[in-house]
C-alpha cells in the first residue's frame, strides 16, 4: 500500500456523496457502486439477516442497536495506554494473531498528524501504532487489492459503519476462508482539515490536544499531552464557527451502530470509562471469548427520557446554529448532569437526534436519496416524531 499523503484530499467526496471508504478507488468496485455503497442504496437491511440469521427485531432495542445476541458493559482489568477508550479491540487483534487465528488484520495506521492509513498487520508488535482514533476519513477499504495480492485467506477488519457495510457488500468477491468484523460505533467523522478545524475552535490549547472524544455526560473531553483533561459542555460549542465540519456522507449515515459487524465496540451506552460490546453473532462470541477472562462487568443505566429531549432538539432542526450566552449555557449543561438521559437512553437519544438531523439533511439536499437509502428502523423513528 502507498504511504498517504499527510494532507489528504478525498476526490471522490468532491464529486458525489462519499466517505472516502476507499472501495471506489478501484476501478471494478466503482462500476458496482450502486450496489455496494451504503449511500446509493441501503446495504444494511437485506444482509442483517444472512450475516446474524435474523432481521432487527423493531419493537425492541434493536431498532436503535441493530441485531444483538448479547451486549456488555465492561472494562479490561488491565487497560492500555494510549488506547481510545481501554484498548478492548486491540487486545482481541493481538489474540487473534498470537492465536494464528487470522492470517492478517486490516486496521488503520496513526500517521504523524493523526491523519490514518489503512495497513495489514501481520504481528502484535505493529498494533502499537494504530491504537486510539484517527482525526480522518480513512479509506480503508483501499487495502482489499493488496489483501488478494498478499494471498490473504483469514483476515479480521476494523471500521466505522460505512467502511464495514461496503466490505460486506463486497465480501463475496475476496474469496476469504475467514472473515471476523469489529465495528466501531461512529456517530460522525470529519475530514482532517475539519478535524484541525474543530479542535482549533473548541479547545483553549489545540497545539497539545492528543487525544479528545464526544462523551456520554454532553460533554467533549480535550486529554492534553501534560496529563490535563480538558471537558467542553456540548451547549457552549462555537456551532456557528463550525459549520459545514461534517461531510454530506456522515450527514446521510443511517448506520452510526455499525450494524453489519460481528462485534460493534463503542462507549455510548455505559458509564464513563467503561466501553460497551454488541455480540451480533457466533463469529462475534468467538471474539468476545479472546478476552473474556481478562474483563470486569458493571451494569448498564438506562434513565431519563429521550422523547422529551428529542422534542426539544427537534424545535432546532433546520434552524441556524446558535450560540447560547455562557451562563445559560453552564444552567442547560448542570440539567443535563442531574436529570438528562443516561446510559442506553443517552444511546437511544443519540441515535434518534443523528437519524432525524441526516434525514432533514437528504431532504434538502438530496431528495432522491431518501427511498433509496432510508432503512425501515429510521423510518419508524420519523414516524414516532410525526417527520414527513
Ligand atoms: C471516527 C470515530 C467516531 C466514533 N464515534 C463514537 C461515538 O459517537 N460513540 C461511541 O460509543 N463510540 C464511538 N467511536 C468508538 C470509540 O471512540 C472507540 O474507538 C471504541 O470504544 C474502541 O476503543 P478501544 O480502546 O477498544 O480501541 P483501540 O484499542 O484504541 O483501537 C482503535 C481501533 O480503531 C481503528 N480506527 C481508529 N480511527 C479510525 C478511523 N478514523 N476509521 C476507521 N478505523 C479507525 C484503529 O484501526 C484501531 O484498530 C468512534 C470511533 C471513531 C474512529
Redesign the pocket.
Known amino acids: 500500500m502507498t504511504q498517504a499523503p499527510s494532507t489528504p484530499t478525498y476526490p471522490l467526496m468532491q464529486r458525489r456523496l462519499c466517505s472516502n471508504c476507499g472501495a471506489c478507488t478501484q476501478p471494478d468496485h466503482e462500476a458496482q457502486v450502486e450496489d455496494l455503497c451504503g449511500f446509493q442504496t441501503d446495504v444494511v437491511t437485506p444482509l442483517e439477516p444472512k450475516l446474524h440469521g435474523r432481521p432487527r427485531d423493531l419493537s425492541s432495542d434493536e431498532a436503535y442497536f441493530g441485531v444483538f445476541q448479547k451486549m456488555y458493559a465492561s472494562k479490561l482489568k488491565n487497560p492500555?495506554e494510549?488506547?481510545?477508550?481501554?484498548?478492548?479491540?486491540?487486545?482481541i487483534?493481538e489474540r487473534l494473531l498470537e492465536q494464528g487465528k487470522v492470517d492478517a488484520v486490516l486496521?488503520?495506521?496513526k500517521n504523524s498528524n493523526n491523519t490514518?492509513t489503512p495497513i495489514l498487520v501481520r504481528n502484535k508488535r505493529e498494533?502499537e501504532n494504530?491504537?486510539?482514533?484517527?482525526?480522518?476519513?480513512?479509506p480503508?477499504l483501499d487495502a482489499v487489492p493488496e489483501i488478494q495480492k498478499q494471498g490473504i485467506k483469514r483476515l479480521a477488519v476494523?471500521?466505522?459503519g460505512c467502511?464495514i457495510s461496503t466490505l460486506r457488500a463486497l465480501e463475496a468477491q475476496l474469496g476469504l476462508e475467514k472473515l471476523y468484523v469489529?465495528g466501531?460505533?461512529?456517530?460522525?467523522?470529519m475530514t482532517a482539515p475539519n478535524w484541525k478545524r474543530f479542535i482549533q475552535v473548541t479547545s483553549r490549547t489545540p497545539w497539545s490536544v492528543r487525544k479528545l472524544?464526544?462523551m456520554?455526560d454532553f460533554r467533549v473531553w480535550f486529554w492534553h499531552e501534560d496529563g490535563s483533561i480538558e471537558k467542553v459542555s456540548y451547549f457552549e460549542m462555537r456551532m456557528d464557527k463550525l459549520q459545514d465540519c461534517f461531510p454530506d456522507a456522515c450527514l446521510s449515515c443511517f448506520d452510526?451502530m455499525n450494524a453489519l459487524a460481528d462485534l460493534t465496540?463503542?462507549?455510548?451506552?455505559v458509564p464513563l470509562a467503561w466501553?460497551?460490546l454488541l455480540v451480533r453473532n457466533q463469529r462475534g462470541q468467538e471474539l468476545f471469548d479472546l478476552i473474556a477472562a481478562d474483563l470486569d462487568h458493571t451494569e448498564f443505566v438506562d434513565s431519563g427520557d429521550r422523547i422529551d429531549a428529542m422534542k426539544r432538539l427537534l424545535k432546532y432542526l433546520g434552524k441556524p446554529p446558535t450560540v447560547l450566552p455562557r451562563l445559560l449555557a453552564r444552567i442547560l449543561d448542570n440539567r443535563i448532569q442531574s436529570s438528562g438521559p443516561k446510559g442506553l437512553e443517552f444511546?437511544r437519544l443519540?441515535v434518534e437526534n443523528k437519524q432525524t438531523r441526516n434525514w432533514y439533511f437528504l431532504k434538502q439536499r438530496y431528495p432522491k436519496k431518501i427511498a433509496k437509502i432510508i432503512p425501515p428502523h429510521t423510518q419508524q423513528i420519523l414516524d414516532r416524531y410525526n417527520l414527513k
Request: aromatic share 8%; charged share 15%; net charge neutral.
Open positions: 492500555k494510549d488506547a481510545q477508550t481501554n484498548g478492548t479491540i486491540t487486545t487483534l486496521v488503520t495506521r490514518g498494533l494504530c491504537k486510539g482514533s484517527r482525526w480522518d476519513m480513512v480503508l476494523v471500521g466505522v467502511q469489529i466501531l460505533v461512529c456517530t460522525d467523522n472524544e464526544f456520554p452510526q465496540v463503542g462507549y455510548m451506552a466501553q460497551w444511546a443519540v
